[in-house]
């Protein structure tokens, strides 16, 4: 490898000066580099001579774009067999808010400054922090599928990822915490919610209410695995949004959840008046097929909170001068989350006081640490003034004997 100094003169009487390195690849191919500055040639010198032999080392003109990259990454995404929802978000994340933005640029100019640059243009375009963040991912995702087939070297994304991990603590610190009443419905709007729940959803609520068990578990529920004599349901799979089934989001998505009494008998209720499936689904649409998750939303939930006056005005009025309500949860996670908390709640507080560990279970989270993370905050604490009186009282006794 070595690094000459080239010099010629423009048409125009210019003199022009450049630095060139001349080297070797992995696979025995001349590669010529130039730059503008020595020191940038002797730093490109040094890196591509460690990167060539450790075989790693792929030459700028050996590379690809983005959005040939990204083509590489969906391919492998359906190859590997990923669900559809999956493959959409994908091609939305790399059709939408990459290619249009940096679909031309070649992997081996990524950087962590690059990066950076890239976060902002999508945010003076109009981008939210959710739909950065999440496009992000998918660009370190492209660059890691990229990397495996020897297209670039380096992962800026996971990189700068590293670099920031020592904020994640604060970041988890400062995340809005979920408050009842607004991120979780209060005792007292559940009652209403159960108690204005009728016709075809409301078998779909109140177990929903009682098991905190998603929406795609819940379209996906099959008679099978629901035991009324034995009053449990488990969870062996779930629904997508377009009605393909497939395995609960993670291992410990699968799972068995105790029924109290009243969700039994409503069970009950309802397998008489089910319609009927094939698939022996618990909830199905009146096909007795998958239903569709905004018809659960709009036509049970909503019209049920509405009922119940779990709702918000709009401020606006309709054709006969009736303020319009809108209702205050928008979805069912809501329900997830005031299970959650009647899990951990006091049984003094009308709760279950269950462990941690088993909130975990019962959620069907991954890990302790996002049952934690989501609810950590609900849990009792320890009445540290009592304890400590008692701690005084048991040291004084020592001392009187």
Not at 172 to 189: F, H, Q, S
Request: charged share 25%; aromatic share 6%; hydrophobic share 40%.
């Amino acid at each position: 490898m070595s690094i000459r100094k080239r010099e010629w003169t423009t048409p125009k009487g210019v003199q022009k000066t450049a630095w060139v390195v001349d080297y070797v690849d992995g696979q025995g191919k001349r590669r010529l580099k130039t730059f503008t500055k020595k020191k940038d040639a002797d730093q490109f010198s040094v890196t591509a001579k460690v990167e060539v032999r450790d075989g790693v080392h792929v030459a700028d003109s050996a590379t690809v774009t983005i959005e040939e990259a990204g083509k590489f990454w969906l391919k492998a995404g359906d190859d590997a067999g990923l669900e559809r929802t999956t493959i959409d978000q994908r091609k939305q994340h790399l059709n939408l808010h990459i290619v249009p933005f940096a679909g031309s640029v070649k992997l081996s100019k990524i950087s962590a400054p690059w990066i950076r640059s890239f976060q902002d243009t999508l945010r003076d375009n109009g981008r939210s922090a959710a739909i950065i963040k999440r496009v992000t991912v998918s660009l370190g995702s492209i660059l890691a599928d990229a990397q495996g087939r020897g297209l670039v070297v380096r992962n800026a994304v996971h990189e700068l990822s590293k670099a920031r991990s020592g904020t994640k603590a604060s970041e988890r610190r400062n995340k809005p915490k979920l408050r009842v009443g607004v991120d979780i419905p209060t005792n007292a709007e559940i009652k209403a919610i159960l108690e204005a729940a009728t016709g075809r959803y409301r078998a779909l609520l109140i177990t929903m209410i009682f098991t905190g068990i998603r929406a795609s578990e819940a379209r996906g529920l099959r008679w099978e695995d629901v035991d009324l004599s034995d009053c449990r349901l488990s969870i062996r799979q779930r629904a997508d949004r377009y009605g393909e089934i497939g395995m609960p989001k993670s291992e410990a998505g699968q799972r068995t959840i105790p029924l109290p009494p009243f969700a039994v008998n409503t069970l009950k209720e309802w397998k008489l008046a089910c319609p009927i499936s094939d698939e022996g689904l618990v909830f199905p649409n009146l096909a007795g097929n998958i239903d569709n998750h905004q018809n659960m939303v709009k036509r049970g939930l909503w019209v049920t909170e509405i009922a119940a006056g779990v709702s918000v005005s709009t401020g606006k009025k309709d054709a006969s001068g009736k303020t319009i309500f809108i209702p205050k949860y928008s979805g069912f996670h809501a329900l997830r989350h005031w299970y959650a908390s009647w899990c951990i709640n006091r049984k003094s507080d009308g709760g279950l006081e269950l462990t941690p560990k088993a909130v975990q279970n019962r959620m069907g989270h991954s890990s302790i640490q996002v049952t934690f993370d989501t609810y950590g905050h609900l849990f009792p604490s320890l009445d540290a003034g009592a304890e400590l009186l008692e701690a005084e009282k048991a040291l004084f006794s020592i001392d009187a004997t």
